[in-house]
């Protein structure tokens, strides 16, 4: 009896030894394969974080070498009729013309090839040349060849020049450009194709650059054959904080402390008169600056002469014959208001044509004063500007060619 009962209980032991075997392989091999897929799991999870780091990386490195940007500015003009009387015909019975407009819009995109390679691409969108027309504006590269000191630009870009020209429209002191007094030959907007040549010195307060350009071209003119190229260059010294780039500003919002005097001059051959009696053209400009903060306020103090000489050869816009002047003030209040400070700023400008030019042109000037309110510097502004301009031309009477006329206009400036 003692010998069954031995059996059996040594027989139920081991039944239930090997069930207990079997549940822990079992259950071992759930955990194993739970172990399995966690390691597939954080596998796949590393490729894609490795995969999202390469990415990110690259997107990084892209922004360091792509930039892309936007400007506009858009105005609402009211004008006086150029008689300046209601019964004038000239617009339906109004004294004064009012006009919304979109003044330009620009696309701005830059990409860096390497460390001394770089080109930029930017476009024109104005209703004041043609209407809602996309045009090239920039269209270069630039090789930086030996540090600041020497650099070349290649393509369509603004060409060594005087302040303003170099300012633009949207880095200008005052709203508008001043166009009565600018007159040098281009293609667009200041632009022209050709190649520039540029550097810094003296600790980047020495700025110099020299450009070759295709010029004027006239069909049928004293230039149908474009082998004159029209040669200028720009030379500007900083007496106090340094503007380094290779354009500069009328203003910097108080930011920095600029006494800067600048040499500006044009020439092409047989660029003016006609093609049987092709003429000359030479242009020059000298042009000052001085900002300063006092900290009470920002004072602003600019001022430009030029010269234009088309060697006695008839010609009108762009390539007028005469002198300008052109002088500004500004003041820029220290605090915030709101969004942003105010600033008051006047400008006086001048064009007096030379006496072979008095046939078509009498002499021209323009006084604006202003009062802006500066949200983001140059990338946010709003502007009220009231101009009185001495018209200097026109057709008619001599009443008409020596009128002047008012207008006021509100603008607003925001780039990116």
Known sequence: MKKVIM????????????NVKVGFTQEGQGVQQRLDYLESRISEITTVQEDNTSTIDSLKGLKDKVSLGFGMRTSFLTTEDAAGTKGDGRSGGRSWDKDFNVDNMRLYMGAKITDNISATFNTEISNTTVADDVRLLDAFVELKM??????????????AADRYSLNGPYYQNSFQFPGLVVKYPNTLNGRVEGVSFWGLLADKKFKWQFSVAEGTEVSGGPN?????????????????????????????YGKKDVLALGLAMFHQSDAVGTAAEPSDYTGWNVDFLLEKNF??????IEAAYYDYNNHK???????????????????????????GQPQFVSRWQQFDP????????????????GLHYIIEGHNGMIALVYSNEHLGSGTGSDVDW?????AVRLGMQFQH
């Open 313 to 339: 050869a008839a010609a009108t816009g762009a390539l007028s014959d005469g002198q300008a002047w052109e002088a500004g003030f500004g003041y820029l209040y220290p605090e915030k208001i709101g969004w």
């Open 402 to 406: 020596n009128e002047d006329q008012s």
């Open 146 to 159: 030996l540090k600041d000191y020497f650099k070349i630009r290649f393509g369509r870009h603004l060409p």
């Open 354 to 369: 030379t006496d072979n030019m008095t046939s078509a042109q009498f002499s021209q000037s323009k006084l604006e004063l």
């Open 7 to 18: 059996t059996l209980v040594i027989t139920f032991c081991v039944v239930i030894l090997c």
């Open 295 to 300: 900290g009470w306020g920002t004072i602003d």
């Open 224 to 252: 149908d054959d474009p082998d004159h190229f029209q040669y200028s260059g720009h030379l500007v010294y900083n007496f106090w904080e340094p503007e380094p780039g290779f354009y500069n500003s009328g203003t910097y």
